[in-house]
């Protein structure tokens, strides 16, 4: 057996809906880790996206483990549909803690919205029902796997 597959055993993980979340979580994890990625290798889904950040990308700092919490905050209210909130968080300010510099809110813009899409398109080209819970589930695994790395760190 394989080291994924001893992890999920011993993680007790059941049901497929889980294990799909968990393996979506770490593909997100590795576009944290990995980043900036070069932007050659991106399939650009938006053409403003694309204008806005692809000659930017490789100067842009990496995610630190705070500002992937705050991803996670943040894609837990899109997963919502929390609208209001949202607004009310970034012009709150709710960014200033992990975004100390304009390289890092972009970085942060940059993967919230990178991060949501490969969710959303993850998701929606699975055979399993994936629910809004599941969409959860994968933050919570991204959530994890960024703890247990700056815990190790």
Same mark, same amino acid.
């Given at each position: 057996?394989?080291?994924?597959?001893?992890?999920?055993?011993?993680?007790?993980?059941?049901?497929?809906?889980?294990?799909?979340?968990?393996?979506?979580?770490?593909?997100?994890?590795?576009? !944290?880790?990995?980043?900036?990625?070069?932007?050659?290798?991106?399939?650009?889904?938006?053409?403003?996206?694309?204008?806005?950040? $692809?000659?930017?990308?490789?100067?842009?700092?990496?995610?630190?483990?705070?500002?992937?919490?705050?991803? !996670?905050?943040?894609?837990?209210?899109?997963?919502?549909?929390?609208?209001?909130?949202?607004?009310?968080?970034?012009?709150?300010?709710?960014?200033?803690?992990? !975004?100390?510099?304009?390289?890092?809110?972009?970085?942060?813009?940059?993967?919230?919205?990178?991060?949501?899409?490969?969710?959303?398109?993850?998701?929606?080209?699975?055979?399993?029902?994936? $629910?809004?819970?599941?969409?959860?589930?994968?933050?919570?695994?991204?959530?994890?796997?960024?703890?247990?790395?700056?815990?190790?760190?």
């Amino acid at each position: 057996m394989g080291k994924l597959e001893n992890w999920i055993i011993d993680n007790q993980m059941h049901s497929s809906a889980e294990v799909l979340a968990d393996l979506i979580g770490a593909e997100m994890h590795e576009r !944290c880790n990995e980043f900036p990625p070069h932007p050659d290798t991106l399939e650009w889904h938006n053409a403003t996206f694309e204008r806005r950040f $692809k000659n930017a990308l490789l100067g842009l700092p990496p995610p630190d483990s705070a500002m992937v919490a705050m991803l !996670c905050k943040v894609l837990d209210m899109e997963i919502d549909h929390e609208v209001e909130e949202l607004d009310r968080f970034i012009k709150d300010g709710g960014l200033t803690s992990v !975004c100390p510099t304009a390289a890092h809110h972009e970085t942060f813009h940059f993967l919230w919205q990178s991060l949501l899409h490969h969710l959303e398109e993850r998701s929606s080209s699975l055979e399993v029902p994936f $629910k809004r819970k599941d969409k959860h589930r994968v933050v919570e695994s991204l959530r994890k796997r960024a703890l247990m790395v700056h815990l190790a760190s």
